[in-house]
């Protein structure tokens, strides 16, 4: 395995079971993980149910040359990105590890605006929540200055605030970080 992702430049980690993996994971590690059916120590599902026990974002590609239909279904029912039986083409594995470390750069991308868009939210005060959540399901100043007991100029103001405080750009572009949250 070390042989092949050295000949195709992609940086790879070898542990020699389960057991040294999770003593070593980190959850900031990116890319993708290959695990076997068997291995030394704790087996490749019960380490894929360990890791879904600690949030672990690294896509799962199982090989192995001793699995069964029933046995692949539970690995992609609890979240593996793909299983492989042996023997396979090294191709053929370059290609979905490849797949799986490109998931795992948007999934990355995706949780870490997610978190921007959580720390801009904060900056809001209630009154300001309150004009956005009404803001963003297309409500005009005046009706939700109406639905507030406010006047349309107080939700002009909390309004432009909310745009300037979430760093939006337009109304859709509020919408979508709404949607976010």
Known sequence: MELLMKSVGQPCHLFDSGDTFLKAYSPEWSGCLILDIRMPGIGGLELQNELQKRSCGL?????TGFGDVPMAVEAIKNGAFDFIEKPFRDQELLDRINAAIEANSQQRIALSETAVVKERLQRLTGREREVMDLVVTGKANKVIAH??????????????????????????????MHLVN
């Open 147 to 176: 639905e507030l007991g406010v006047s349309q100029r107080t939700v002009e103001i909390h309004r432009a605030r909310v745009m300037e405080k979430m760093e939006a750009k337009s109304l859709p572009e509020l919408v979508r």
């Open 59 to 63: 896509p799962v590609i199982f090989i």
